[in-house]
């Protein structure tokens, strides 16, 4: 058995040839140090922090296999979104959330031609039996019309080693105590509605009552009368949390933008983004500036992790 996260993200494909590039980096004058800078230097959403790219690239050999978690490569991948890999990458995420985004013949195009352009810039004493893995990815598509991954499963081994690396008592009983705790940790996070998917936009406990100036605000602002909630953080038209503070990709009458979350209020049963705009200058430039209004937030589509120099930032625009 094997799946794309294994090929790709578990010292594989994406490892090796980000090591690959990161040395040919370090020889045109971007040293480690400068690169870590770079990549420290974002701000991520608040529900990938946890996996934030930073810190991975200290003391490694310029072009040695990238050492870093699974979820850390997809975020440090972010950052890269020129690099050939990216494209591959994001197709099987795509696969993995809707099958039908990609036939099994582009798939595999996707995947040829990456690994010829990897082969014919770095040679192939540094091929690896994953990469003939890839190439049976496609195959796996058009026999069973999805493609598995091990994410939530990797994920798993989290839980059960906090839970197992505390218990002494090694008898007969241990690893059903073991499974009892798990599945109790699984209820609980079940019983909160922001774990379930298809529960539509809303509002993410704790939600409260707008201060009395606020809902004034609300009322005077959209024209209406009812009471207004609000909480730190809702889920988006894209199904995912964004917080306050976070950096969100919207899409308002079919123009894509960006704008930094301030709070997020609920009046009526619609739910509304306080949103401050960042103007576009190129490619993945913006220019922060004062502009600011109230969005639907099923308008947000996801969020970006972000790098502000003064009045300049970096956006690193997702592919959704």
Same mark, same amino acid.
């Given at each position: 058995?094997?799946?794309? *996260?294994?090929?790709?993200?578990?010292?594989?494909?994406?490892?090796?040839?980000?090591?690959?590039?990161?040395?040919?980096?370090?020889?045109?004058?971007?040293?480690?140090?400068?690169?870590?800078? *770079?990549?420290?230097?974002?701000?991520?959403?608040? &529900?990938? &922090?946890?996996?934030?790219?930073?810190?991975?690239?200290?003391?490694?050999?310029?072009?040695?296999?990238?050492?870093?978690?699974?979820?850390?490569?997809?975020?440090?991948?972010?950052?890269?979104?020129?690099?050939?890999?990216?494209?591959?990458?994001?197709?099987?995420?795509?696969?993995?959330?809707?099958?039908?985004?990609?036939?099994?013949?582009?798939?595999?195009?996707?995947?040829?031609?990456?690994?010829?352009?990897?082969?014919?810039?770095?040679?192939?004493?540094?091929?690896?039996?994953? =990469?003939?893995?890839?190439?049976?990815?496609?195959?796996?598509?058009?026999?069973?019309?999805?493609?598995?991954?091990? *994410?939530?499963?990797?994920?798993?081994?989290?839980?059960?080693?906090?839970?197992?690396?505390?218990?002494?008592?090694?008898?007969?009983?241990?690893?059903?105590?073991?499974?009892?705790?798990?599945?109790?940790?699984?209820?609980?996070?079940?019983?909160?509605?922001?774990?379930?998917?298809?529960?539509?936009?809303?509002?993410?406990?704790?939600? &409260?009552?707008?201060?009395?100036?606020?809902?004034?605000?609300?009322?005077?602002?959209?024209?209406?009368?009812?009471?207004?909630?609000?909480?730190?953080?809702?889920?988006?038209?894209?199904?995912?949390?964004?917080?306050?503070?976070?950096?969100?990709?919207?899409?308002?009458?079919?123009?894509?933008?960006?704008?930094?979350?301030?709070?997020?209020?609920?009046?009526?049963?619609?739910?509304?983004?306080?949103?401050?705009?960042?103007?576009?200058?190129?490619?993945?430039?913006?220019?922060?500036?004062?502009? =600011?209004?109230?969005?639907?937030?099923?308008?947000?589509?996801?969020? =970006? @992790?972000?790098?502000?120099?003064?009045?300049?930032?970096?956006?690193?625009? @997702?592919?959704?």
């Amino acid at each position: 058995m094997f799946d794309y *996260f294994h090929v790709y993200l578990v010292n594989g494909i994406f490892n090796v040839l980000t090591g690959f590039f990161l040395g040919e980096l370090h020889n045109h004058g971007w040293k480690h140090n400068d690169i870590d800078r *770079f990549a420290n230097g974002f701000t991520w959403p608040s &529900r990938l &922090r946890g996996a934030a790219a930073k810190d991975i690239l200290q003391k490694r050999k310029p072009s040695e296999t990238l050492k870093c978690g699974a979820s850390e490569a997809l975020n440090f991948m972010q950052l890269l979104r020129l690099y050939v890999l990216v494209f591959v990458i994001d197709a099987l995420q795509a696969i993995n959330a809707k099958p039908s985004a990609f036939t099994p013949l582009e798939l595999q195009q996707l995947i040829k031609r990456h690994l010829d352009l990897a082969k014919s810039r770095y040679g192939d004493e540094w091929w690896v039996p994953k =990469c003939h893995l890839a190439g049976h990815l496609a195959l796996q598509l058009a026999k069973h019309q999805v493609l598995l991954s091990c *994410f939530v499963h990797e994920r798993k081994h989290k839980i059960i080693k906090k839970i197992s690396n505390e218990i002494l008592d090694t008898s007969r009983t241990f690893e059903r105590s073991i499974l009892q705790d798990v599945l109790h940790g699984h209820m609980e996070s079940l019983s909160e509605g922001v774990y379930l998917p298809g529960q539509g936009v809303r509002l993410v406990d704790p939600v &409260r009552p707008a201060p009395a100036r606020l809902q004034t605000e609300i009322h005077n602002t959209i024209r209406v009368q009812g009471e207004v909630f609000t909480a730190r953080q809702a889920v988006h038209g894209g199904n995912f949390t964004v917080a306050v503070g976070d950096l969100a990709l919207m899409d308002l009458d079919g123009v894509t933008a960006v704008g930094k979350v301030a709070y997020h209020v609920m009046c009526e049963k619609v739910v509304w983004s306080h949103i401050t705009f960042w103007t576009h200058v190129h490619g993945c430039m913006y220019e922060v500036s004062d502009d =600011c209004g109230l969005v639907q937030t099923r308008l947000l589509r996801a969020t =970006c @992790p972000y790098s502000i120099s003064g009045n300049a930032a970096i956006v690193a625009v @997702p592919q959704v």
